[in-house]
């Protein structure tokens, strides 16, 4: 009988070890806090190297790489005098689109935001090129 509640308790161990790897294994880069990154962002292109100074170098697996951005008004840039920048870790990363600044003509940007880097991939058929998302539903959440 002891053999018998012996083996029952390790499988028991058994499946909640199995479980927990199975959960681990799936779930390389989770999102806790279910936040949803849908604003883009403009002009990442330029900055390739920053990003990959804060994400890491390209492999063959996408990046999602969550992080904090600063999103502040540029009010001396010499192409818009209404721009807004995106900035991680202290490094430019992008703007806003022009016309999505327009809407903030005005107020002083000054905000640090839920953020996350993707794209970034390089495998034997194609290369991506980075991307920045915010967590804002709009401009107005810079306020």
């Not at 920053?50 to 170098?57: D, E, S, T, V």
């Amino acid at each position: 009988m002891e053999i018998v509640i012996a083996v029952i308790v390790g499988v028991i161990i058994w499946y909640v070890l199995k479980a927990k790897k199975e959960a681990s294994e799936t779930s390389i880069n989770p999102n806790l806090n279910n936040i949803s990154y849908a604003y883009n962002i403009v002009g990442e292109q330029s900055y390739q190297n920053n990003l990959k100074k804060i994400a890491g170098p390209k492999e063959e697996e996408s990046k999602f790489f969550e992080c904090q951005a600063k999103v502040s008004s540029d009010p001396f840039n010499q192409y818009d005098k209404n721009a807004v920048k995106v900035e991680i870790n202290g490094l430019l990363v992008g703007y806003l689109s022009r016309g999505e600044a327009t809407k903030l003509t005005g107020k002083v940007i000054n905000k640090i935001v839920p953020a996350v880097i993707d794209g970034g991939w390089k495998d034997a058929d194609s290369t991506g090129s980075y991307g920045v998302k915010l967590a804002i539903n709009n401009v107005y959440d810079l306020v």
